[in-house]
């Protein structure tokens, strides 16, 4: 649906007017409170020996009763939404009072003005009795200044901030990789002690074996963690076809393995070999 600039401006100022009159009832029903209380003090004086004062107590009451319906229902609305139980639970008591009074009037009015007839047998004809109105009409002002008061009142408690529970201290754990760290340390202190150590030639020859197949492992073990889609058998007969004399673009004819296998194994395994172990 277009939307007209007009129209919109209109429906603000409407709405203004409202919250307008919504907020200077308040004056008016305090003043018809005091009015009501003075003319009980003083015996009928100011009201019911007054008639321009009683004229002035009605339109002022009705003015700040009846402009305040259109506000009631808004402001259940948002009490509704802004989850206020308690004002939500007022204004919708207070919306249903205001608008069942009005109702009632209206159709006093209308029967009296269809029919031509006076006011008091006009009365007649409606269902509810005079004085159960009045008592919901005096029930009504007392709640809206009640309601605007609380209007300035925070009813919900704030919600407290969630305790959040205490981080349990890091346990110690012993994985894969700390094992081979500490596999590939013995191994050189190990290997660093034989080195130092006078040993005649037959010694020698075993130690040097011996070194020689500690390093190759610790190296296999790395390029196992290194990577990790090509399993140690695989690496370990890559390896040794390398080191017998094969060319890497052989290995995978020499292995019978295909040539998609090259880009993701011989490949990588010899760059990280060659990488760690220079060649001898």
């Known amino acids: 649906m277009k939307k007209f600039t007009t129209i919109e401006k209109l429906d603000t100022a409407i709405l203004y007017m409202l919250e307008l009159a919504s907020s200077l009832s308040i004056v008016l029903l305090a003043f018809g409170l005091i009015a009501s209380m003075a003319n009980v003090l003083t015996k009928g004086s100011v009201l019911s020996d007054n008639v321009f004062m009683q004229r002035v107590w009605a339109w002022t009451q009705c003015i700040a009763i009846d402009a305040s319906v259109a506000g009631t229902i808004l402001r259940t609305f948002q009490a509704y939404k802004e989850g206020q139980r308690v004002k939500a639970a007022l204004y919708t008591f207070l919306s249903a009072l205001l608008l069942f009074t009005a109702a009632i009037v209206s159709n006093i009015e209308a029967v009296q003005q269809t029919l031509n007839i ?121 390896i040794e076809a390398y080191r017998s004399g094969i060319a890497r673009r052989n290995i995978c004819g020499h292995l019978k393995w295909g040539t998609s296998k090259y880009t993701s194994i011989v490949k990588p395994v010899l760059d990280a070999y060659e990488g760690r172990v220079p060649n001898e």
């Open 118 to 238: 006076t006011l008091e047998a006009a009365y007649i004809r409606v269902f509810v009795p005079v004085e159960l109105l009045i008592w919901i009409r005096s029930v009504a002002i007392v709640l809206l200044i009640v309601a605007h008061a609380l209007r300035h009142v925070q009813v919900t408690q704030p919600e407290a901030p969630a305790v959040q529970p205490a981080q349990p201290a890091p346990q110690f754990e012993i994985t894969p990789e700390l094992v081979d760290m500490l596999r590939a340390l013995i191994a050189e202190v190990t290997v660093t002690q034989v080195q130092q150590e006078p040993l005649q030639l037959p010694v020698t020859t075993t130690a040097t074996a011996t070194e020689d197949g500690v390093r190759e492992e610790i190296h296999i073990e790395r390029l196992v963690t290194l990577l990790p889609h090509v399993t140690q058998e695989e690496i370990q007969t890559v």
